[in-house]
C-alpha cells in the first residue's frame, strides 16, 4: 500500500486489486467511456497485475499491466490506466503509472520496455505519457470499406491460388513483419479458421496471402520481397473481399501501421477503405 498527495486535494493510496474492486472498477471504466468516448481500456483487464487508486476510500482510478515478448525480442510492459473523470487533474494518474513503472522495471529482462496507449481523444493521457519520456513508436491505423459485388482480376502470370498450410504462411508472415520493429508477435496460425484465406502459390512456395476472419476482419495481408510490385497484394485483398461478401458480409475491416514502409494506408484507400481510427502506440525505453 502507497500513500501519495500531489495535490490530491485528500487522502489518497494506491494498493493491489481485491476480488471485491470488481464493481467499482468497472464503474470507473463505465464513467471514462461515457466522459471520453472510444478509450483504449475498454475491458477492466483486471488481475494480480491491477492496481487500485483509492481517494478518501473511493475508488476512484485503476491500472493493468500486460506483458510479451514480440518478434523483434522486445519485451513489452504495457501500462493501462483509467481514472474518474470526476477526479482527474489531482496527481493521480501520475502516481499511478510511476508505480506502475516501478514494478514493471523490478521484473522485467535485459530488453524490457515500457508501452503506454492514448486515443485522439484522450489528450491528457497522451500529455501524462509524454511528461514522463514516452514516445510515438508507430501509429495503428483502422480503415473499412463496404465490400464489392464484382469479380477480382486474376492472380500474376506463374501464380496459383493454393492449399492452405499454416506452417508456410506463418514463416511468411514472419518474413514480412518479423523485422518491422511495430510490434509484431510471432505466431503459428494454426489454430485460426482458414476457411476465409486466400494463398497465392508460386510453385512450391507460397508468394502472399489474405487471412480474413468470419466477422469481416483482414487479419493479414502480405507479399513476400520477390513477389511484390506485381499487382499481387491488391489482387488478394479483392479476392478476399469476394469470400467475405459471399459469406453475406457487408464490410470489410483492416488494420495497418502509419509507419509501414511499403505505404500500406495509400494501398488500402485506393482500395476503397476510409480511415475510421488512429491509436498511437507509445514507448519508453527502461534503462
Not at 486535494?9 to 467499482?24: C, F, N, S, T
Not at 501500462?79 to 506502475?100: C, H, K, M, N, S
Not at 511499403?262 to 498511437?280: F, M, Q
Request: charged fraction near 25%.
Amino acid at each position: 500500500m502507497i500513500d501519495f498527495d500531489r495535490g490530491s486535494r485528500g487522502l489518497a493510496m494506491i494498493r493491489e486489486y481485491a476480488p471485491a474492486d470488481l464493481a467499482d472498477v468497472q464503474r470507473v471504466q463505465a464513467a471514462a467511456v461515457a466522459h471520453d468516448g472510444d478509450i483504449e481500456t475498454k475491458d477492466p483487464f483486471v488481475g494480480p497485475q491491477c492496481l487500485i487508486a483509492e481517494l478518501d476510500g473511493r475508488v476512484v482510478a485503476y491500472g493493468s499491466a500486460v506483458v510479451w515478448t514480440e518478434a523483434d525480442g522486445t519485451e513489452l510492459h504495457l501500462l493501462r490506466g483509467v481514472v474518474d473523470p470526476a477526479t482527474r487533474r489531482r496527481g493521480i494518474g501520475t502516481a499511478l503509472l510511476v508505480e506502475q513503472e516501478r514494478r514493471a522495471a523490478a521484473v522485467a529482462g535485459p530488453r524490457g520496455v515500457f508501452g503506454g496507449n492514448a486515443n485522439a481523444n484522450q489528450p491528457g493521457s497522451a500529455a501524462l505519457l509524454r511528461k514522463h519520456g514516452y514516445q510515438v513508436a508507430f501509429t495503428v491505423v483502422s480503415l473499412e470499406r463496404e465490400l464489392p459485388d464484382h469479380a477480382p482480376a486474376p492472380l500474376p502470370p506463374t501464380l496459383r491460388y493454393g492449399p492452405i498450410d499454416h506452417a508456410l504462411t506463418a514463416a511468411a508472415i514472419e518474413e514480412c513483419f518479423g523485422a518491422s520493429g511495430h510490434g509484431h508477435v510471432a505466431d503459428s496460425y494454426d489454430t485460426n479458421d482458414a476457411h476465409l484465406w486466400s494463398i497465392a502459390w508460386a510453385g512450391d512456395q507460397i508468394a502472399g496471402g489474405a487471412i480474413a476472419r468470419r466477422d469481416g476482419e483482414v487479419e493479414w495481408l502480405f507479399v513476400r520481397p520477390q513477389w511484390r510490385r506485381r499487382g499481387l497484394g491488391r489482387t488478394l485483398l479483392a479476392d478476399c473481399h469476394r469470400q467475405l461478401a459471399e459469406s453475406g458480409l457487408a464490410i470489410a475491416r483492416i488494420e495497418t501501421v502509419a509507419e509501414n514502409a511499403n505505404d500500406t494506408v495509400a494501398l488500402y484507400t485506393s482500395a476503397g477503405y476510409r480511415i475510421v481510427r488512429e491509436r498511437p502506440r507509445y514507448r519508453k525505453p527502461m534503462r
